[in-house]
């Protein structure tokens, strides 16, 4: 098989920090309040803006609290976990690596008595029609690791006494959020904005406030997740006071992001774009004939990071270690190429590949890699089968 001519004009596919936005330069971030306070009028306004700019652009409820909090999108699901959780029982639903990280913190950090884990193997999901709705319930929407998304929020009670906790950080921006059904959610910038990592976002439904203004949890809160004083909302951390120092650097690359969204066309044009990035994976996969989906179910395959796991039956018939080797293989080929950059499964992920869709990924870049794909892939199956 021929190698390829046409590369794609950005080599991006990772899952975080994810490929910047088309078009973006550091000419982007010209205007950042660096060397300023950030509580000066100039960078309290652009924080300020982050958060009125999300909020517009993923069309969140008027009554929802959405703030800046420290250590990205890890920060904000560990403020909600340690500062809200521990009232009453939780369910925690987990399908790969990061939602079993959240179980064992609730199980091994936060030592919760009453916790009831509902978890399944990379690709599959858990039957989330377990969750009571009385207890707590902290999942992840997409599972970056296994490819594997929540297809919708029709499985969360509206009447439910408990909080939906919800780690959205490679979802918000490309997958339509149920607002009114999620009382936490968290992300990232680097994600399918393509901002820089730094601070993390969090959003509160109402019920969510009233449960941080009316228990306290029963161990230590270090300053960084204190999101109320004296018993009340901090709001101050809601309108762009952040607890600690973000950088303005980021914060400003964050503003290009969100303003690259509403240039666009807003939410319906950035789930669009990592949809139309989805359809022309299955298409390509469709029709290659050695690699298909992680998520075994079509309606659970994420549209942002996307698992893949190789299904030719050679490969199939060699060791895990072989299997992995043959992976990486492919994903180090492409790097070397400058065709396509960090494209390996998650590490603890069965071997495979995993490509970024999300919104700032240029359709035309995939079909541009699909080829190059089906090269590597060659490549890998002929040198072995030939040294055999
Ligand atoms: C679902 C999920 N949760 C949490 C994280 C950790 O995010 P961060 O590095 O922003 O803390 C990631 C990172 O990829 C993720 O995909």
Same mark, same amino acid.
């Given at each position: 098989m021929q190698k390829p001519s046409v590369k794609p004009n950005s080599p991006y596919f990772s899952s975080g920090p994810c490929a910047k936005r088309p =078009?973006?330069? @550091?000419?982007? @971030? $010209?205007d950042a309040t660096v060397a300023?306070?950030? !509580?000066a009028k100039g960078g309290k306004a652009k924080l300020a803006a982050v958060i009125e700019r999300s909020k517009a652009l993923l069309e969140m409820p008027s009554d929802y609290r959405l703030g800046i909090v420290p250590a990205s999108d890890t920060g904000a699901i560990e403020i909600a976990l340690w500062s809200l959780l521990g009232e009453r029982g939780v369910d925690v639903f987990a399908w790969e690596s990061f939602g079993s990280a959240w179980a064992a913190d609730c199980k +091994? /950090?936060? +030592? @919760?008595k009453d916790v009831r884990l509902f978890d399944a193997d990379y690709g599959k999901m858990p039957?989330?029609? /377990?969750?009571?709705?009385n207890r707590d319930a902290v999942f992840t929407w997409n599972g970056t690791t296994s =490819?594997? $998304?929540?297809?919708? =929020?029709?499985? *969360?009670?509206?009447? !439910?006494?408990g909080l939906a906790i919800c780690d959205a950080t490679s979802a918000v921006f490309a997958m339509p959020m149920p607002w009114d059904k999620l009382d936490v959610v968290t992300w990232s910038w680097q994600k399918v904005m393509g901002g820089e990592a730094a601070h993390g976002m969090i959003a509160l439904s109402p019920r969510a406030v009233k449960r941080l203004e009316s228990y306290t949890p029963a161990w230590p809160l270090p300053k960084i997740f204190q999101m109320t004083k004296g018993g009340k909302l901090a709001v101050g951390i809601f309108e762009g006071e952040t607890i600690n120092t973000p950088s303005m650097l980021c914060v400003e690359d964050a503003l290009d992001g969100l303003k690259w969204g509403e240039q666009i066309g807003g939410l319906k044009a950035l789930v669009g774009r990592s949809e139309a990035n989805l359809k022309a994976i299955e298409d390509w996969s469709a029709q290659a004939g050695w690699i298909g989906f992680l998520a075994e179910k079509t309606e659970t395959r994420s549209n942002t990071s996307v698992c893949l796991k190789i299904t030719d039956p050679w490969y199939a018939g060699l060791s895990a270690e072989e299997q992995e080797k043959g992976a990486k293989k492919i994903a180090s080929l492409l790097e070397t190429e400058g065709?396509?950059?960090? *494209?390996?499964?998650? !590490?603890?992920?069965?071997?495979g590949l995993r490509i970024w869709a999300g919104a700032t990924v240029e359709t035309s870049d995939l079909k541009a890699l699909f080829p190059w794909l089906d090269w590597a892939w060659n490549e890998v199956k002929t040198s072995a089968t030939k040294a055999a």
């Open positions: =078009g973006w330069s @550091l000419d982007a @971030l $010209k300023r306070s950030h !509580r +091994k /950090q936060l +030592k @919760l039957d989330l029609s /377990q969750a009571d709705w =490819g594997v $998304k929540v297809p919708n =929020g029709d499985w *969360i009670s509206a009447d !439910r006494t065709v396509a950059f960090d *494209i390996g499964a998650y !590490r603890d992920a069965p071997a």
